[in-house]
């Protein structure tokens, strides 16, 4: 079955760097778009970025633009988050997310169990 694992969450200080990876498995990678979704406290998730499987098309949210990007390894399964300049606003459960559509950014199928970011003021 279709696994995605999260890691490289931690707790960080305003204007620091994190990286998120999220290994993948038991599906064609490259065929699949994957997306970070990200859920503050007391707040729904919200959508932070995306990748295509084959163009590497990205988007991203309005409030991350500029500071993370996406990237994928289609070689390795694995999908990334780099994100720099982190505010404590960015403080939430990081989420991968894969479907098999060609590009989206609101519909997944999959989703793995999220990875904790912390960032103190």
């Known amino acids: 079955q279709v696994q995605l694992v999260e890691s490289g969450g931690g707790l960080v200080q305003a204007g620091d760097s994190l990286r998120l990876s999220c290994a993948a498995s038991?599906?064609?990678?490259?065929?699949?778009?994957m997306g970070w979704f990200r859920r503050a406290p007391g707040k729904e998730r919200e959508f932070v970025a995306a990748?295509?499987?084959?163009?590497?098309?990205?988007d991203y949210t309005d409030s991350v633009k500029g500071r993370f990007t996406i990237s994928r390894d289609n070689a390795k399964n694995t999908v990334y988050l780099q994100m720099n300049n982190l505010k404590p606003e960015d403080t939430a459960v990081y989420y991968c997310?894969?479907?098999?559509?060609?590009?989206?950014?609101?519909?997944?199928?999959?989703w793995g169990q999220g990875t904790q970011v912390t960032v103190s003021s």
């Open positions: 997310a894969a479907d098999r559509a060609t590009w989206t950014t609101t519909q997944y199928d999959y």
């Open positions: 038991g599906l064609t990678f490259s065929w699949y778009s």
């Open positions: 990748i295509s499987g084959r163009t590497s098309r990205t």
